[in-house]
């Protein structure tokens, strides 16, 4: 029996979404699929463990579906705010804020700063928050005392640590076949620095962004001495 016909009574067709991922953004997908009794038909976007994906990859609606639950926490805060030390607050802010900035943050590796800013505007106000200061205070100062990188640094922290654990070895399988080592055709200098094979980044923009187009330049461009540290310790 071919595994299409066994797949409805695995599947949950209540909460069965289809998502087409074109080749480029005018290709049009105008097909079904029938499950059983059910037919599903292609959607913009689709949710999997928590994140929201669309069919271009833009990851707008996950970024305001994530901006919109950091700021409902942070109403919150502020309502107790005069009734919690500055410990308090942070602690609250990194388990109900930073948090959710964070989590699988690496899908928005190499997206634009426009795109991002939201996830930015929300981290601003939370560092706020945590200092009771003002709404236009200057924010570079309270990130330092705080020790907190801003979002897009956040992004590609994680995809570098992603690297790094690829190029040691110590990364899951399917990773190394993303970020294959570099390795020179004769006895060159550059066989010791850990450096990453650099893709084609050619077609579309969301195909140019993906982690195995961006992520080797962000780690061929560190330092040598960081990216040979011998351990993901000092890596960090």
Same mark, same amino acid.
């Not at 067709?13 to 059910?38: M, N």
């Not at 505007?121 to 003002?134: D, G, K, S, Y």
């Given at each position: 029996?071919?595994? %299409?016909?066994?797949?409805?009574?695995?599947?949950?067709?209540?909460?069965?979404?289809?998502?087409?991922?074109?080749?480029?953004?005018?290709?049009?997908?105008?097909?079904?699929?029938?499950?059983?009794?059910?037919?599903?038909?292609?959607?913009?976007?689709?949710?999997?463990?928590?994140?929201?994906?669309?069919?271009?990859?833009?990851?707008?609606?996950?970024?305001?579906?994530?901006a919109r639950s950091c700021r409902f926490a942070l109403q919150n805060i502020r309502k107790i705010r005069p009734f919690l030390t500055e410990q308090a607050t942070q602690l609250l802010v990194q388990a109900l804020v930073i948090?959710?900035?964070?989590?699988?943050?690496?899908?928005?590796?190499?997206?634009?700063?426009? /795109?991002?800013?939201?996830?930015?505007?929300?981290?601003?106000?939370?560092?706020?928050?945590?200092?009771?200061?003002?709404?236009?205070?200057?924010?570079?100062?309270?990130? #330092?005392?705080?020790? %907190?990188?801003?979002?897009?640094?956040?992004?590609?922290?994680?995809?570098?640590?992603?690297?790094?654990? /690829?190029?040691?070895?110590?990364?899951?399988?399917?990773?190394?076949?993303?970020?294959?080592?570099?390795?020179?055709?004769?006895?060159?200098?550059?066989?010791?620095?850990?450096?990453?094979?650099?893709?084609?980044?050619?077609?579309?923009?969301?195909?140019?962004?993906?982690?195995?187009?961006?992520?080797?330049?962000?780690?061929?461009?560190?330092?040598?001495? #960081?990216?040979?540290?011998?351990?993901? /310790?000092?890596?960090?």
């Open positions: 029996m071919p595994t %299409w016909q066994r797949l409805p009574g695995m599947l949950n067709l209540a909460k069965t979404e289809l998502l087409v991922f074109p080749a480029t953004p005018t290709l049009q997908h105008d097909f079904t699929i029938q499950l059983g009794s059910s037919t599903i038909t292609p959607s913009s976007s689709a949710r999997n463990l928590g994140v929201i994906f669309d069919d271009q990859l833009t990851f707008k609606d996950h970024i305001a579906k994530t948090s959710r900035l964070d989590y699988c943050n690496a899908l928005l590796a190499g997206l634009p700063s426009c /795109t991002i800013k939201p996830l930015q505007m929300i981290q601003n106000a939370a560092t706020r928050l945590v200092f009771n200061e003002p709404k236009r205070a200057h924010v570079t100062p309270l990130f #330092i005392t705080l020790h %907190w990188l801003p979002v897009a640094a956040r992004i590609k922290f994680k995809t570098l640590m992603l690297a790094y654990r /690829t190029a040691t070895g110590s990364a899951p399988a399917y990773l190394h076949s993303l970020l294959p080592i570099y390795t020179p055709s004769r006895s060159l200098r550059s066989t010791s620095e850990r450096r990453l094979v650099v893709q084609s980044q050619r077609g579309t923009k969301s195909l140019s962004r993906t982690f195995s187009c961006t992520v080797p330049g962000w780690w061929n461009d560190l330092p040598t001495a #960081i990216r040979n540290a011998n351990s993901l /310790t000092t890596f960090k």
